[in-house]
């Protein structure tokens, strides 16, 4: 019930495109949702976060959509470019993020 | 410092040793996190501190995880009698308060042979 689970793997898209990361949960204790960007030898970096009470939250090129019902959240890149690659995880907390649970990662490439 | 910083980046260690791997988080920062990133994988919560409190520990694998931050500050993860599955990368991750956004360290890459 603690697991988060991400799709795709990975994903790879030309330049302008608009990839999509998918993620489920189960704990509906669950409270908050953010998504990390992870480059090569360094350590995740906040990207963008949703509480429960919304659907949608914008914060420049990337939104998150988010279906209480359904447990499931998603991350979409508006006009992704090479820079956006990288690898991306969903989260999940509760308790006001005192135990974040991670998702297995989506390698992104963003080609020229 | 400008960020969580961690020390050594890479260490290598043979079974059977222990070693001690360092967090300095953000100052002023209470909360601190320490996770463990297996290979291609997402970071897996080890332990949770609000200034000395370690308060949840429950993702520490074994007894031979132990984790300490006496000061409220620095923080240490000590791994005793280390084992192959233990190679992995150990993130650290501070916090300003108990909510908010967690600002993560480059990790530890530890690699035990």
């Known amino acids: 019930q603690q697991q988060v689970k991400q799709s795709p793997q990975s994903l790879i898209v030309q330049k302008g495109g608009i990839p999509i990361i998918n993620c489920a949960y189960e704990n509906t204790a669950f409270d908050y949702f953010p998504w990390y960007q992870q480059f090569p030898g360094k350590g995740p970096a906040l990207l963008i976060a949703i509480r429960p009470d919304v659907s949608e939250k914008k914060e420049g090129r990337f939104t998150i959509s988010f279906n209480k019902s359904a447990k499931q959240f998603s991350l979409h890149i508006m006009d992704s470019q090479p820079g956006d690659s990288a690898t991306y995880f969903c989260a999940a907390s509760n308790n006001y993020g005192q135990n974040f649970v991670f998702g297995p990662g989506t390698r992104l490439s963003v080609l020229p | 410092g400008a960020g969580v910083s961690q020390s050594p980046r890479y260490k290598v260690a043979k079974r059977g040793q222990d070693v001690a791997l360092r967090c300095d988080p953000i100052s002023g920062h209470v909360s601190l996190f320490w996770y463990q990133q297996a290979l291609g994988q997402g970071p897996e919560f080890l332990t949770y501190f609000q200034n000395e409190a370690q308060l949840d520990k429950s993702g520490l694998p074994s007894d031979r995880f132990f984790a300490e931050r006496p000061e409220g500050s620095v923080s240490t993860l000590k791994i005793q009698r280390t084992q192959q599955e233990d190679s992995a990368v150990y993130l650290c991750?501070?916090?300003?308060?108990?909510?908010?956004?967690?600002?993560f360290g480059p990790g530890t890459r530890l690699t035990v042979t």
């Open positions: 991750a501070s916090r300003w308060t108990g909510t908010g956004e967690q600002y």
